[in-house]
Nanobody, 117 residues
Framework: QVQLEESGGGLVQAGGSLRLSCVCT??????????MGWYRQAPGKQRELVAT???????KYGDSVKGRFTASRDNAKNTVYLQTDNLKLDDTAVYYC?????????WGQGTQVTVSS
């Protein structure tokens, strides 16, 4: 059984910062996490990529967050982080954690990030 739990969302003013965390808990042995990352979905919009962190630590970002967000992971803790800086109103969304385990995508329940003016 695989569970992902996000934390760190909340209400922040434009220009502010938040740090999101996501812990992946796996029951049993023999599982290997490939990529971990973050997606987001705003009301009325499709879910979009925010950041992907590969096993070795390299990253890939969505165009709208490049230069403002930084993703990282701690493989020993099965945890992925997202540092969000210089937040904008358009960053308001539910942020979902994702983990690829043996080619199957697992998702967290999501954490709300609301940016106010």
């Amino acid at each position: 059984q695989v569970q992902l739990e996000e934390s760190g969302g909340g209400l922040v003013q434009a220009g502010g910062s938040l740090r999101l965390s996501c812990v992946c808990t796996i029951s049993g042995s023999g599982f290997s996490i490939n990529t971990m990352g973050w997606y987001r979905q705003a009301p009325g919009k499709q879910r979009e990529l925010v950041a992907t962190v590969f096993t070795g630590g390299s990253t890939k970002y969505g165009d709208s967050v490049k230069g403002r967000f930084t993703a990282s992971r701690d493989n020993a803790k099965n945890t992925v982080y997202l540092q969000t800086d210089n937040l904008k109103l358009d960053d308001t969304a539910v942020y979902y954690c994702q983990a690829d385990i043996w080619g199957y995508d697992y998702w967290g329940q999501g954490t709300q990030v609301t940016v106010s003016s």
